[in-house]
DNA sequence: GGCACTCGTCGAAGCGCTTCGACAATTTTT
DNA sequence: AAAAATTGTCGAAGCGCTTCGACGAGTGCC
């Protein structure tokens, strides 16, 4: 193994001139710096990482907790992890990953051992448990999503309020005058993961300011069909849906179109989905801009890295794309 | 931070001996040991993973490479992933992500920096520019799915071959006739991925074996009524279908249905699928054991830490999963 | 009773890096 | 022209741990 000493002597330097050639810490010059690079690269130096991390007490690796429970979509996921891992490397970090079932004794394991310098969290919930555990680290942490009370923490998530608003308007604006959103599962209204109440606001709200006629309807995948029945007996004049359930879309579609609704002509039906999603069954949505939620979140960790305290909470802005499910403008 | 030297104090005992009781590598009282244990827990001692690595060389951390390609049922990824992860920490190592997109240089970086001790490779393809990395690098590998010239590398995958076969036998048993593999979309076999041919080899080789008229036909998710109805045009006596394409197992079920035919009564269907979207269709289905790969990945991987060397290929079985889209035997 | 072992513990060296203080050489300020 | 500040480099200390060799105390054997 080449090591730093190896480097200065055949630059003809000190080991510490290597480091701060390295490290840009202290000025050096043009020289000396190109004879230093220059050795590197025929040495084929790596830098140890332990022996750096001992040394500066900063291992330049992130944990990334993963969520596991059923009921997540697993894509989204993927893509935010995508979004992270991509962004840290941009950074000049790794990213380690643990899995949720690690839970409280995980992050105090990583953080404790000095194993990583910050933790991005994802998938919190209202009262999550590892809420004090986060507080009480002495390594900065970032959440992807709003915990009932997140007092001294940093959290980032999608803008559900504004999705939800988005969806309303725009229905609105299209002359429906009675609309319906058709949410998660009832279990994930239960669980109170914030984001199904923040959606079902926002669309509320909109179409209150709108004056149109809004409805709600939690909805289980597996019973689309009923959503869809119960929806248009209750409501013959409705025309504008929103969908908040990624499995439940593709069923809903199915249901609506079953009743002799043909959509956009019928029915406006508008999702908040991912673009894959979307684009596949060329349906006008909200999308959910996953990769960038993965890249802003680490992005927040690396400014409190540095020392800066971004602001406690960001929202992240989604957008309305059109496409045939709804009828043109 | 409490350190090694501030555990001795309180026990009463030099470094070394906290060390030893840590490692097992020396023998140590027992009254010694419990003592030692005692101050760790007061304390609540952590080692510094940056000064053990450093003097230990060994990080206690392996590389994880995913997969980023478009293509791959993302949710098969992410359970493989579980299963290293989960597995992984059970052999008390962690897992550090590295995107397919950082390519040999990311290896080289990870093993130069000795950040990790042992790399896994997921979705290693026929010809992979990594491949003489891999076998150049000090550092342990293994791979997940096999290369055309895997000398020198330690390789695991499914068994599509076994499975292929199975679902071959298994019509062949029923009583068909006229049997049908509905595979990947022709891209697939192009780039030449090996999984693909393998499955199809193993139908094939089985059905001859039987005495069974078989048929192979690539399938792109989006053209699955196509496909259903070219193979039934050309071979109406066909009576056995088996699909090796996740995303095309449900547009084929309704290609199929929407031809008359009734599964199973008409048509026997068979999927080579994970369980849960076999469990959700109510398929039989050839179960492929995402999980447990990533499992046994991660412990070839420790066994070559050990310095023990491991067969250079595994196939993991995968078994049959009789539902109700074949007839009850 | 003496010799050869094993057992349990300790001290010290060293893993490869960063960083602090020092200092000579140069530049800027007075 | 002298004093002060700046620049570029070096040496040495030290980050927290593992591991090697040493050694005293106990054990078994002839």
Redesign the interface.
Known sequence: ?VKISDVASHAGVSPSTVSYVLSGKRSISDQTRRRVMDSIRAL?Y?????????ASNR?N?IA?VVP?RSGIH??I??QM??GA??SA?AYDH??????Q??GVDGLE??A????VDAILVMDVELHDVRLPVLRSLDRPSVLIGFPADPTGLTCIDWDFEAAGAACAEYLADLGHREIALIGAPPAVYERGTGFAERTKAGFQRAAAERGVHAVVRPCDPDHAREAADDLLRDHPGLTGVAVHNEPAVEPLLAAFRATGRRVPDDLSFIAIAPDDLAERLDLTSISIPAEELGRRSVALLMEKLDGHQPPGATLLPSRLVVRSSTPAA
Do not use: Q
Request: proline share 5%.
């Open positions: 193994m084929g790596r830098p140890h990482a332990g022996a750096r991390a001992l291992s690796v990334l596991l697993v894509p996921v993927m992890v995508i891992v991509t490397r790794d990213v380690l990953l643990l899995t079932d690690e394991r990583v404790g051992s000095a194993l």
